[in-house]
């Protein structure tokens, strides 16, 4: 890692609406706030050329070894978490983007362990979720029984597989896609869940299959995306919570949550070999 007289060198793998926001946000206030932009890469590199200099662009994102990254930022598809993650945690910090990838219990095990053995962080960012420490403090006294989320947003928000929400129409109202466990749901909305992947990540007694997670359309959420969060721990105690997030229709990503991962990447300065929420 950088000593603290050196910027800390980011490396964004995918240039999407949040990877430009995060590329952008290091360009102009990076050197305020001690980061600097190792490279950046995409599926297609022709995106990247114009906005990008030309030293900072990654060809071959198998490359990213030779650019002494201290933090890479994945911010793409859940596909390059598999891919890469684990030789990410060999050489860096890794604040994974697609949690949702995490689902895969083999994955999440193999990324564990490469954190403990080259003592880099996986780093989890809360995203569009609440209260996500409140949820990990819950956890880790033993004293967490269940937790549910509810995620609405416009029919044109969700990218789903299997042509889920292909038959949508203007005026339809509410309609519930899916209701069950986050561990059968991320397959089938990997970009959409990454909220309820970080809660099951905070609620680890519970995980993936124990958390129940249930994504509706709803043609009125013009203007916003709705997650809803219930809590229910020991003797009786529970609590919910209700965030509306700004979004234009079409955006998978709501606006605050570009700020809230802006928030994350600032603390990934290295937690030790482990997972860490935040």
Known sequence: ????????RVGIVGYGHLGQFLVERIQREGQKVGLGLAFVWNRNAEKLRGSIPEELILNNLADFTQRGADVIVEVCH????????VRFLSQAQFLVGSPSALSDSQLDQELRQAAKHYGNTLY????ALWGGPDIQRLNDSGALKALSIRMSKHPSCFRLSGGLLSDWSEGEGRRVLFHGSVAELCPIAPNNVNTMAAASIA????GFKGVTGE????TALADYHL?????TGADGFSVKTVRKNPAKLGAVTGNATYNS???SLLVCRGHGG?????
């Open 1 to 8: 890692m950088a000593d603290r007289s050196s910027p800390i």
């Open 78 to 85: 859940p596909q390059i978490v598999k891919e890469f993650g």
């Open 124 to 127: 989890v960012p809360c995203g």
């Open 203 to 206: 609620a680890s007694t519970l």
């Open 215 to 218: 994504i509706v359309s709803d």
């Open 227 to 231: 997650v809803e969060v219930e809590v």
């Open 261 to 263: 991962f802006w928030s």
């Open 274 to 278: 482990r997972v860490y929420l935040c």
